[in-house]
């Protein structure tokens, strides 16, 4: 197994508050030819994002998948597909973070270069973080 950022990260969803309507879901891996500017994190680049609008994504429950095969991350909000990566665009010096078993992590980020990228509004805390459930499936083969 190789550690972060070699690991690779699927975000299956990430919200930011200055950017309310906006949902994203993101992959990355690791890319030794092309860092982007988080070499903190070591050489790392976002693979693949696409954003879809809601209207108030946090005024209720929304349900957020990805379907994870050996061809393809296809990622849903509401039921709906509005992203697909290609599994192989991962391929590199003949790893694939993609083609290997990843955590799953239910993370409450605040702040960061990006969360924080317009500085965080004291005014809005406290805030909760609500999930109602979490359900992993496996095709049989």
Known sequence: AHPYPKCGEIDIMEHVGHEPPNIYATAHWWNPKKPNGLE???MYTNWAWHDV????PANGFHTYAL???EEKLEFFFDGHPYHRVDVARAEQEGYNPFKHP???ILNFA???NWGGKKGIEDAAFPQSYLIDWVR???RRK
Do not use: N, R
């Open 110 to 112: 605040i702040g960061g």
């Open 102 to 104: 990843h955590y799953l």
């Open 53 to 56: 609008h809601a209207p108030s």
């Open 40 to 42: 903190s994190a070591g």
């Open 136 to 138: 992993l499936y496996q």
């Open 67 to 69: 379907e994870w095969d």
